[in-house]
């Protein structure tokens, strides 16, 4: 198989499976486990990019999810501090 | 094999099925933090949408998507948290600082006396490489060419922070209203001169080409380049 299609399968794999887990996976209960599986889909994302040859599209997908990971992170620990 | 007509169906399909999955996981939620990180899980399907198009159009949508969910996460978290402390009546002094919780609260003593102005290579080197990638930039024009020259912008002020030398917190203030001040002039020559010289004078084109491109990537660099003053 070419290896373009494969990369967009495997970016599918990632992408329905890993929602999945975000949805019914264990430890769920916890929003910053739950925040880290959201990581798996991402990578999907990411490779369906690759795929079609959005280069600046990646490049910008991969700055500003690490800054929505510092905006979830600080609104999880807002939210623990809060509530204890 | 054409990638991108061959794979449209399946594209949007596995897009579609991503998105009816979490909106239906949104339903069943009740916790507003777990709500959010669901959107997430949304806004990945809507771009997978978008990217089955594969065209130049799929990337000119998708930046702004990215941008614009980055500032509603931000906005949408900020708001969270602000209800839930009208909830517990608490009425703190401090108004909190944006990402207080990332910030060194102590700096690290350290005991050994490291003596950086003998390390020569901390000076000359920073400065070589960001005057590369600066010039790089410049050559690029254009959105490409703004992030290249940002990034030289940045590691030649982070290093400077790590020397300590130079940059006191008065140079930043004025360093950061000039380079807003830069960007917002050259976002001007961007849009006004740039864009409709394109559509007033035809035939000149390429000078307008020109000018929309410099001043594009101007403006970014500047504007990213900001980031670099932040902790320093």
């Known amino acids: 198989m070419d290896i373009v299609v494969s990369t967009l399968y495997l970016g599918y794999f990632l992408l329905i499976f890993g929602t999945l887990g975000v949805i019914l996976g264990p430890e769920t209960r916890d929003p910053l486990v739950r925040f880290l599986n959201v990581e798996i ?4 994302v990411m490779l369906i990019f690759l795929a079609y040859n959005h280069t600046l599209a990646l490049m910008t997908y ?4 690490s800054l929505i990971v510092l905006v979830f992170i600080r609104a999880i620990i807002r939210k623990e501090e809060l509530e204890a | 094999m054409d990638v991108v007509q061959h794979m449209f169906n399946y594209s949007v399909f596995a897009g579609f099925v991503v998105g009816i999955l979490s909106l239906i996981a949104i339903g069943y939620q009740r916790s507003d933090i777990h709500l959010l990180i669901l959107t997430d899980v949304v806004e990945c ?9 594969g065209t130049d159009l799929a990337e000119a949508l998708i930046l702004p998507g990215l941008v ?9 978290s900020e708001i969270l948290i602000q209800r839930c402390k009208l909830r517990k009546k608490e009425r703190e002094k401090k108004t909190p600082k944006l990402f207080e919780e990332f910030l060194v609260v102590e700096e690290p003593k350290v005991e050994v006396d490291i003596e950086h102005p003998r390390m020569e290579i901390l000076y000359s ?12 930039g ?7 060419g ?3 020259m940002s990034v030289g912008l940045l590691f030649y002020l982070l290093s400077q922070g790590i020397v300590s030398r130079g940059i006191s917190s008065e140079d930043i203030k004025d360093f950061w209203e000039a380079v ?3 960007s917002g002039i050259m976002w001007a020559l961007w849009i006004i001169l740039g864009f409709i010289g394109f559509y007033l004078f035809p035939e000149h084109y390429v000078t307008f080409l020109l000018i929309a491109g410099g001043a594009l990537a101007l403006k970014v660099g500047s504007k990213l380049g900001l980031i670099g003053d932040l902790k320093l």
């Open chain 2, 45 to 53: 399907a809507m771009l997978v949408i978008i990217a089955a198009l």
């Open chain 2, 180 to 182: 807003a001040g830069f």
């Open chain 2, 146 to 148: 703004g992030a290249v």
């Open chain 2, 68 to 76: 614009v969910g980055l500032a509603e996460f931000l906005a949408v």
């Open chain 1, 62 to 65: 991969i700055a500003i999810n």
């Open chain 2, 125 to 136: 080197a920073s400065r070589f490489i960001s005057l590369i990638l600066v010039i790089y």
């Open chain 2, 138 to 144: 410049a050559f690029l024009t254009g959105f490409t």
């Open chain 1, 41 to 44: 889909p991402t990578i999907g």
